[in-house]
């Protein structure tokens, strides 16, 4: 601890939220949209192509093996 007095003072600031994802088929109204998110920002999945995620479509065990792994 300092000798002296000391005043410590906070600012916060508004941080603007990213763009929406790329993909077509995940709306932002959609319940899983914010997961989807998460796994493509922390490069768990990046989507079946540069536009489609393919929320609806089956998962191998070798592909759930590879989230897991990568998450």
Known sequence: MPSIR?????TFQKVEESSALDF???PTSAYYYDAVKWAVENGITSGT???TFSPDAGCTRGQV???LWQA
């Open 49 to 51: 192509s540069a536009t």
């Open 24 to 26: 077509t088929d995940v």
């Open 6 to 10: 000391a005043t410590v003072e906070a």
């Open 65 to 67: 093996v590879t989230f």
